[in-house]
Antibody, heavy 120, light 110 residues
Framework: EVQLVESGGGLVQPGGSLRLSCAAS????????MTWVRQAPGKGLEWVSL??????????YYADSVKGRFTISRDNSKNMLHLQMSSLRVEDTAVYYC???????????WGQGTLVTVSS | QSALTQPASVSGSPGQSITISCTGT?????????VSWYQQYSGKAPRLVIF???KRPSGVSNRFSGSKSGNTASLTISGLQADDEATYYC??????????FGGGTKLTVL
């Protein structure tokens, strides 16, 4: 089955760190750009980060709201995508989705999401 | 990276047609032919319903259609059905590989 499965969410204190993972199955993620999108409780979708297929230095892009705090990476040998989040803030509380970027940019496959709660 | 502008809500009766607008700038919607639309039911992941302005993925009803004029894209749903009730988001690729979503439009089927 073609799917994305996120993991790693949980409760963390402000200023803390968390690493999210996204496991791809049923297809080779190495030929796709991949992205993270988040959704705060009761709010809309917000793009977080994008990484090109090769995962090379310089192929990562970030929303201004997370730049300098979040780092996207991928391990194509394991069909995995990661998001290292540090200096977390209360406003980072959200469900985090990973998604596959198809040709010409639509997000054609989404995971079920993982909830990150930043609270003291 | 400002969000694209969508109406907060729209409504229609079964069988009617509704249109949801998505207004951006010349740096995103106006710049890109890669506008897409997503349907999201409460508590579920989004689902792609329109890509490249007016193309439908396999499995999406032909009641869904898209268009674009200048900096505004639109999603039209014809022959409204009860299970169309969801929140709809537009999305565009912008300059410098930034991606941007609209604020979302909640569709109520009366």
């Amino acid at each position: 089955e073609v799917q994305l499965v996120e993991s790693g969410g949980g409760l963390v204190q402000p200023g803390g760190s968390l690493r999210l993972s996204c496991a791809a199955s049923g297809f080779s993620a190495s030929v796709h750009y991949m992205t993270w999108v988040r959704q705060a409780p009761g709010k809309g979708l917000e793009w977080v980060s994008l990484m090109y297929d090769d995962g090379s230095a310089g192929s990562a892009y970030y929303a201004d709201s997370v730049k300098g705090r979040f780092t996207i990476s991928r391990d194509n040998s394991k069909n995995m995508l990661h998001l290292q989040m540090s200096s977390l803030r209360v406003e980072d509380t959200a469900v985090y989705y990973c998604a596959r970027v198809a040709i010409n940019w639509p997000l054609d496959l989404w995971g079920q999401g993982t909830l990150v709660t930043v609270s003291s | 990276q400002s969000a694209l502008t969508q109406p907060a809500s729209v409504s229609g009766s079964p069988g009617q047609s509704i249109t949801i607008s998505c207004t951006g700038t010349s740096s995103d919607v106006g710049f890109s032919r890669f506008v897409s639309w997503y349907q999201q039911y409460s508590g579920k992941a989004p689902r792609l319903v329109i890509f490249e302005v007016n193309k439908r993925p396999s499995g999406v009803s032909n009641r869904f259609s898209g268009s674009k004029s200048g900096n505004t894209a639109s999603l039209t749903i014809s022959g409204l059905q009860a299970d169309d009730e969801a929140t709809y988001y537009c999305y565009s690729c912008a300059h410098s590989n930034n991606l941007v979503f609209g604020g979302g439009t909640k569709l109520t089927v009366l």
